[in-house]
C-alpha cells in the first residue's frame, strides 16, 4: 500500500468528527444531521450484537455518502476487537493515542491519523487524567501525522488548539442537541 505524502492527507482530512456510541440511542441520527458536510465519523458501537452492529453500519454509511461524510469503522474489518481499536478507510489507518509512547506504537504500526485523547474532561472517560493544552502540544510535536483532539472538544476549543498543530477535533456531546445524561 503506498503511503502518502502527510501534508497531501491533511489536506484530505475532515476537520471536524462524530464518534459514535451506544449511549447516543436515537441521537444518533440528529448529530449525523448536525455534522458539516465533508466531515468525519468514527463508527464505533462496540458492544452491539454483530448482526445489529452491521445493520447500523449500513444505515450510517448510507447517510455518510448522501451528506460526503468520510466514515471510519473501529475495529477490525470483522468488527473484532473492542474500544482502543485502530480504524481503516481507503488506506488510511486511524489509531487512538493517550500518550507519546502510544502515538509512536501507533505510527511505527502505519497509522496515517491520530486521535489524540482525552485532551479535557470527558463523560465517556469519568475521572481519567486529561492531556490538557500543554501535554497534548509535548504528546505530538514532531510525529509528522495529523492529530485528531478527542476529549471534552468542541469548536472553540478546538481553535485554541490549532497553534499546537491539531489538525481537527472530534466529539460525541457537541454534536447532540441534548446530551445523555
Known amino acids: 500500500m503506498r503511503r502518502r505524502h502527510p501534508s497531501t492527507l491533511q489536506a484530505e482530512l475532515p476537520r471536524r468528527w462524530l464518534m459514535t456510541d451506544e449511549r447516543m440511542g436515537e441521537a444518533l441520527w440528529d448529530a449525523l444531521a448536525r455534522l458539516p458536510r465533508g466531515s468525519g465519523v468514527v463508527f464505533r458501537h462496540y458492544s452491539l450484537p454483530l ?11 448510507r447517510i455518510a455518502r448522501a451528506r460526503r461524510l468520510l466514515l471510519v469503522t473501529a475495529g477490525s474489518a470483522r468488527f473484532g476487537p473492542a474500544a482502543g481499536s485502530h480504524g481503516r478507510h481507503r488506506g488510511a489507518l486511524t489509531a487512538p493515542a493517550h500518550s507519546r509512547r502510544e502515538a ?11 486521535f489524540a485523547s482525552p485532551v479535557h474532561a470527558t463523560r465517556s472517560h469519568p475521572g481519567a487524567r486529561a492531556l490538557g493544552p500543554v501535554r497534548l502540544g509535548l504528546m505530538i510535536r514532531g510525529l509528522g501525522v495529523p492529530v485528531i483532539a478527542l476529549g471534552g472538544m468542541d469548536e472553540r476549543r478546538w481553535r485554541a488548539l490549532r497553534p499546537l498543530g491539531v489538525q481537527g477535533w ?12
Open 104 to 114: 509512536i506504537a501507533a505510527i511505527r504500526a502505519g497509522a496515517t491519523l491520530l
Open 170 to 181: 472530534a466529539g460525541i456531546d457537541a454534536w447532540m442537541r441534548q446530551p445523555p445524561t
Open 51 to 61: 448482526a445489529e452492529r452491521k445493520a447500523l453500519l449500513g444505515k450510517v454509511a
